[in-house]
């Protein structure tokens, strides 16, 4: 009988051990490399990107709300969606997806960045992106798909290849208006926030806090729309090497005429600079339209800025403004520099006497060093101007960091 009951107690124990539950899967899941199916990154895991991580063509990135990735520190991680891949990365208001370095003590350029490359029109046809990327952009699709980036939040990013080839925190390379790219931020990049290479997608609502360079970056045929968009800088950070501004704009590298010309349309932005004596002397100006590009501003805030506030510095984009084939309409515009809010440095085209009258004739507005009603938040001076128009809701709450 006990020989029984032994036996008993040991088939159960022996029945027990093989109903263990199972095994917890990893915590911390490493991307590298070139993806070669389908993936999804969920919430309940910290993912750490190691060096430049690529999603190829035919292949979906998924990213839960609420999911962190973290970059490598010894292989600075850049994030790649070619041609042809996708990403889809909604976040919530409560649970925005983050971008961010694995550095214990985060500073700007810690890692590259995200870059999304489509096959939308250029003025240079397809091309290879900058920041030692290695692929391709560019095409004829304007309606071209890359995916979803939704309440996402990028920090720290921004490196540099080598000289004048870099990862912004957000490259985004002849992306189709098929894509959908709303709420998004970029903290703290160590290069440009936002940089278009030609494309023609309509990002809404985009914030670029403490930008080394250019908070906004427009080239290469870039034809959209952008609309709802912030921009604030850190008086003590800025490019060492670069002026760092609020808006620069190129049709290319050289000033050429080549088609489709460079002509963002950006409606209702609030950019604020530095705005302090003791800003470092890099801090530049809120716009720079150069090199042949066109422009559209409308119901848009400029304040702060210490060298200037709205330059135009070609012949051809002097013309373009004077002859109508822009616009730049009911705008607010302040510049710590009494002398220089709007200046033209394309004089065979448009001199900055006419230039000023023009601006002041369509109906903007020009405030010089302490005569402007200080700005204290990104919440619109007076109707439906600036990023948070009066009476609108306030889209920067739960997901941002400033």
């Avoid at 095994?23 to 750490?48: H, R």
């Avoid at 996402?152 to 189709?176: D, H, K, M, P, W």
């Amino acid at each position: 009988m006990k020989k029984l009951l032994f036996m008993a107690i040991a088939s159960m124990m022996l029945f027990s051990s093989c109903e263990k539950d199972p095994i917890d899967p990893p915590v911390y899941t490493v991307l590298s490399g070139t993806l070669t199916e389908n993936m999804t990154l969920t919430a309940d895991k910290e993912w750490t990107l190691k060096g430049y991580v690529y999603v190829p063509e035919g292949i979906t990135l998924t990213i839960q709300p609420g999911t962190v990735i973290k970059s490598d520190i010894a292989e600075k991680g850049a994030l790649t969606i070619e041609r042809g891949g996708k990403i889809m990365a909604e976040g919530t208001a409560d649970k925005p997806i983050v971008f961010t370095s694995g550095n214990d003590f985060p500073i700007a350029g810690d890692w590259g960045g995200i870059v999304i490359l489509g096959r939308a029109t250029t003025n240079k046809g397809e091309a290879t992106i900058e920041g030692g990327i290695g692929r391709m952009y560019g095409g004829t699709n304007d309606d071209d798909n890359s995916g979803v980036l939704k309440y996402v939040r990028i920090e720290y990013a921004g490196i540099a290849a080598f000289a004048n080839s870099e990862v912004n925190a957000l490259t985004l390379g002849a992306v189709g208006r098929g894509t959908t790219i709303e709420f998004v931020e970029c903290y703290y990049s160590n290069d440009d926030a936002f940089e278009f290479f030609g494309g023609t997608v309509n990002p809404k609502y985009l914030v670029a806090v403490s930008t080394a360079d250019d908070d906004y970056d427009f080239d290469f045929g870039y034809t959209g729309t952008v609309q709802y968009a912030i921009s604030k800088r850190d008086p003590l950070f800025v490019d060492g090497g670069d002026a760092g501004n609020g808006i620069e704009c190129d049709n290319d590298a050289t000033g050429s005429t080549a088609t489709p010309t460079t002509h963002p349309k950006l409606l209702n932005f609030t950019l604020i600079g530095p705005a302090s004596s003791q800003s470092l002397s890099n801090h530049n100006l809120a716009m720079r339209w150069r090199r042949g590009a066109n422009f559209t501003v409308r119901n848009s805030v400029f304040y702060g800025y210490m060298k200037g506030c709205f330059s135009v510095e070609s012949d051809i984009t002097a013309s373009y403004y004077r002859d109508n084939q822009g616009n730049f309409t009911n705008n607010f515009l302040h510049s710590v520099d009494t002398n220089f809010v709007v200046v033209s440095k394309a004089t065979n085209s448009l001199t900055t006497a006419d230039m000023i009258v023009k601006v002041q004739h369509d109906g903007n507005t020009i405030y010089k060093g302490s005569q402007s009603p200080v700005l204290n938040s990104f919440e619109t001076i007076s109707g439906n101007i600036g990023a948070i128009p009066q009476g609108t809701t306030n889209w920067l709450i739960g997901w941002t960091r400033f």
